[in-house]
């Protein structure tokens, strides 16, 4: 990939009268770009928007401005999904979880993607008193341990988002998405392939004997 254009965007660029260009952006500690971008290989452009907030290296004189967050807004991102196989009440909220990850709204998104976990809970019949509580639940009855870890890490980033307001980067929470993602495949998705497989065989099976 590479960058062909960055624009200031917020706060713009402004004329003033018959004097010079003055950008407003020169006293303030925070600005967001645009940035447009293009593979060198299929040539297809993303645009993305860049927040910045002004920064004080050790050693350095003067404030420089450092990446904060980062978003494509085009193509418009794809929210994830979850498999057919998922249950209603979890696939709904891992859909407002996405959704709101796509919208690039961190904090919100931690929360969702803790509520889908909790519901995961639910689901599954988990006792105790709190979340933790109920993964431990589902841990002693043999449970995968990379399941009740990936289980673990969504609640506590919701805890994070919910309670100390704690925003994580998008690739940050994009990892969240995935791993809640592989535990409805672990938990949903493979035994209802595994059930689908073995229904063919017997069904072949039963047919041969007819013959």
Request: hydrophobic letters at 35%.
């Amino acid at each position: 990939m590479k960058r062909d254009h960055t624009e200031v965007v917020h706060p713009r660029h402004v004329q003033l009268g018959g004097q010079r260009s003055y950008d407003p952006t020169a006293d303030l500690d925070r600005r967001i770009t645009e940035e447009a971008w293009s593979c060198t290989y299929c040539k297809r452009v993303t645009l993305e928007l860049v927040w910045w907030a002004q920064k004080q290296d050790p050693g350095e004189k003067q404030p420089t401005f450092g990446e904060v967050r980062r978003r494509v807004i085009w193509p418009e991102p794809v929210p994830r999904k979850v498999g057919p196989e998922v249950p209603v009440k979890v696939s709904d909220l891992f859909d407002e979880a996405a959704r709101t990850e796509s919208a690039g709204a961190m904090r919100l998104a931690g929360a969702g993607y803790r509520a889908v976990v909790e519901e995961i809970c639910k689901d599954r019949g988990a006792s105790g008193r709190t979340l933790y509580d109920k993964i431990t639940d589902l841990e002693s009855r043999g449970l995968p341990a990379d399941v009740i870890q990936a289980l673990h890490e969504a609640r506590m980033v919701g805890n994070d988002s919910l309670h100390d307001g704690l925003e994580y980067a998008a690739d940050e929470l994009a990892d969240i998405a995935e791993l809640v993602t592989e535990v409805t495949v672990i938990l949903y998705v493979q035994p209802a392939q595994r059930a689908r497989l073995a229904a063919a065989r017997q069904a072949r099976r039963t047919a041969h004997k007819k013959k």
